[in-house]
T-cell receptor, first 111, second 110 residues
């Protein structure tokens, strides 16, 4: 089974802090994605990557950046956390042309 | 860009009855349509998918239909069971980027 592992299940950070969310997949998938999930809004794409050192903006990239230095790892960075970034963050990976495998999610609270 | 609309947002059906969730998409170049099920507190999981060269696909009690001309696709669950209670997301994929609908919360009533 493909495993997508997110480093933290729950995280509480202060406004203005720099926050790193880590995601690692173990099946050599080319594609990796970061979504945030909010009630009533579904899953919204923040950033994605089709290859090492490659990144593309999704629908809501403002306030976020990403890093993909290795194929198996895709990091989401909140440069200066704000309360409106309180959310569930889901990482996913996929092979080209196939559905996603999601991580368990990180519930981030910014206070 | 792609936009996926999903209806209804909430659906309650009697156990044993059928449930239907409908989605529309905007980008005619989308060619892959997965459906995900998310149980409370868990990650979304792929339950069935369909590609644009196929009109219908079935897997036991779950089926998906696709009308490319109308840009509609639907999920059908027959003989619903309590374990079908969850949030279901439709999605459309173009160039390996998946855009999701807002989800349907399905309640199975005893």
């Amino acid at each position: 089974d493909v495993k997508v592992t997110q480093s933290s299940r729950y995280l509480v950070k202060r406004t203005g802090e720099k926050v790193f969310l880590e995601c690692v997949q173990d099946m050599d998938h080319e594609n990796m994605f970061w979504y945030r999930q909010d009630p009533g809004l579904g899953l919204r794409l923040i950033y994605f990557s089709y290859d090492v050192k490659m990144k593309e903006k999704g629908d809501i990239p403002e306030g976020y950046s990403v890093s993909r230095e290795k194929k198996e790892r895709f990091s989401l960075i909140l440069e200066s956390a704000s309360t409106n970034q309180t959310s569930m963050y889901l990482c996913a990976s996929s092979l080209c042309g196939h559905g996603y495998t999601f991580g368990s999610g990180t519930r981030l609270t910014v206070v | 860009g792609e936009n996926v609309e999903q209806h209804p947002s909430t659906l309650s059906v009697q156990e044993g009855d059928s449930a239907v969730i409908k989605c529309t998409y905007s980008d005619s170049a989308s060619n892959y349509f997965p459906w995900y099920k998310q149980e409370l507190g868990k990650r979304p999981q792929l339950i069935i998918d369909i590609r644009s060269n196929v009109g219908e696909k079935k897997d036991q009690r779950i089926a998906v239909t696709l009308n490319k001309t109308a840009k509609h696709f639907s999920l059908h669950i027959t003989e619903t069971q309590p374990e079908d209670s969850a949030v279901y997301f439709c999605a459309a994929d173009r160039d390996d980027k998946i855009i999701f609908g807002k989800g349907t919360r399905l309640h199975i009533l005893p």
